[in-house]
């Protein structure tokens, strides 16, 4: 028998299936730049900005009973339970009002990957993707200064490693299907959103014919 919690969580992903939003996944190495981009993004394009980090790095603050674990796995460079960093998705969109997300650094490995299709229902309608190398993403990462607890150079590395290995496989699952919109980060901010831009302003070209075909 179902408890009350998983009764809350099934309405809860109906009542997100049901509104079809858009969801637009934001990957790219540790300090590619999907933060700032992202911001650019919510200015200019009015989706919200889900950072799966972010999100964790708040229950960690929130004294959350998963707190200590979360805060283990980021130290260490890993990939939180795909369970627990959904619910927390699932828990931001809804409480959005918005139709339209940005959900950056997710999913983040195959288990992320399947567990949202399967809970959520929702496909992305596309994955950007910031290309960077690691000399470029090591020496933004060392000057950001956020007081990250991950941002030194020893989990660094692992952060590099955990990327190649299980979320660029994720990026290549998703190229298969033709949903990738390569971006090369390593230009000026500016540079960068210009490309990036040029991603959005395509959708919305292709939404608004869609809709003429209608009339
Ligand atoms: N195109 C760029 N050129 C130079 N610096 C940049 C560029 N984009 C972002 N930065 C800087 O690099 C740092 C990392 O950027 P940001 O936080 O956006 O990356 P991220 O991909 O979200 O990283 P993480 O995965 O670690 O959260 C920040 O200090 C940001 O100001
Ligand atoms: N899907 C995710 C996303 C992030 N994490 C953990 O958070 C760390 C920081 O993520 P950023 O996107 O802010 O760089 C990341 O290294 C992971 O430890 C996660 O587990 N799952
Ligand atoms: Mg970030």
Known sequence: MGT???AAN???NGSLAEKKPTVVFVLGGPGSGKGTQCANIVQHFGYTHLSAGDLLRAEIKSGSENGTMIQNMIKEGKIVPSEVTIKLLQKAMLESGNDKFLIDGFPRNEENRAAFEAVTKIEPEFVLFFDCSEEEMERRILNRNQGREDDNIETIRKRFKV???SSLPVVQYYESKDKVRK???????AEVFEAVKVV???KDEKVKRR???FL
């Open 4 to 6: 009350v919690v998983d």
């Open 10 to 12: 099934k309405e809860a």
């Open 163 to 165: 990327f190649l290995e």
């Open 183 to 189: 971006i090369d980060a390593a230009k000026p901010v």
């Open 200 to 202: 959005f302003t395509a």
């Open 211 to 213: 809709s003429c075909t």
